[in-house]
């Protein structure tokens, strides 16, 4: 279990997002935005390893090296969205708009008021999405890991906390109960399904060019309690919105928990598929600056965790 001295933490001096919030709301924009601007370019020398494994992931996805302004937008284009989930997290309206392809049918599970797993990636404003699911009014446990140096996260838990609860994953031993009690209470989740921390399931799938391993718990946890699974993520529209995009329901079938594996792993194939169209189209929105997933020579049906 992590201790407050172990936890992971975010960059940043403790007081930095206090600092961004209060900047944020009383100097006007032409003043603000350079200096973040300007504030970007002075941290990149101090995160040598973020500031690599950007480099080696826009390296893949634009079949390039990339130059070092590139790798500013990128780092940028994250500092974008934390103003993003500051100005939420201070009470400030955001709108989402549904993508035509999937939308309808996310917008009838969500109003359904039946529990269901929601699955996204450390993309765009998807990390906004768990939050914003209080809009229709629906109980939702957001599956974290917990750092420190983290008053964004805070800042949303307090503002959405009538609707929104969270489930720490550092504690791995106690974390199958915490779920368990979540979705017997009539809770959603909602999980991040690219990062391998903490997963006790995980599976090789085809994303960008190789085999690699991702975390599958999510569809384990779906036919042990006969919970449908929908992942989204969200875009800037352009306009100052989030577009979600969101991928078909899978449904389990708990008397067929080989056939529904078998669906899942499909399932799962098509929202990566899917997931790496939109990386491919706006690669800064990658909000991974740690080692792409593993990569794994084994079939998906062959690379399960125990």
């Known amino acids: 279990m992590s201790t407050a001295g172990s936890r992971p933490r975010n ?11 209060n900047a944020d709301r009383w100097l006007p924009r032409w003043v603000f935005r350079p200096g973040l601007m300007l504030g970007t370019w002075v941290a990149l020398p101090f995160m040598p390893a973020p500031r690599r494994h950007s480099r080696e992931f826009l390296t893949l996805v ?20 934390l103003m993003l989930k500051l100005r939420v997290a201070r009470g400030v309206p955001h709108t989402c708009r549904l993508d035509p392809g999937h939308g309808a049918a996310f917008e009838a599970l969500v109003r359904s008021g039946r529990p269901a797993l929601f699955g996204t990636f450390h993309f765009g404003h998807s990390d906004l999405l ?24 805070r800042w949303l838990g307090r503002l959405f906390g009538h609707w929104v609860s969270f489930i720490w994953v550092n504690d791995p031993a106690s974390l199958l109960f915490a779920l368990k009690d979540a979705i017997e209470a009539g809770r959603s989740l909602a999980m ?18 190789r085999r690699r391993v991702f975390p599958f718990t999510i569809y384990h946890l779906s036919i042990l309690f006969d919970q449908p699974v929908m992942f989204s993520v969200g875009v800037p529209d352009g306009r ?3 577009l979600v995009v969101a991928s078909e329901i899978f449904a389990p079938d708990p008397a067929d928990r080989v056939g529904s594996l078998g669906r899942a792993r499909r399932h799962f194939q098509a929202v990566l598929t899917q997931l790496e169209t939109l990386v491919r189209q706006h690669p800064t929105l990658w909000f991974n600056f740690l ?16």
Do not use: M
């Open 62 to 81: 634009l079949g390039r090296p990339p130059g070092l302004v590139e790798v500013w937008r990128h780092f940028f284009a994250f500092v974008d969205f």
């Open 291 to 306: 080692p792409l997933n593993p990569e794994s020579s084994l079939p998906p049906t062959a690379s399960s965790s125990s």
């Open 130 to 153: 768990g939050f914003l699911l209080s809009d229709y009014q629906r109980p939702v446990s957001i599956v974290r890991l917990r750092v420190g140096n983290s008053d964004d996260t």
């Open 240 to 242: 100052g919105a989030t």
């Open 11 to 21: 960059p940043g001096p403790a007081w930095g997002y206090a600092f961004l919030q």
């Open 192 to 209: 991040q399904c690219d990062r391998l921390e903490f997963s006790s399931k995980t599976e090789a799938f085809d994303f960008l060019g």
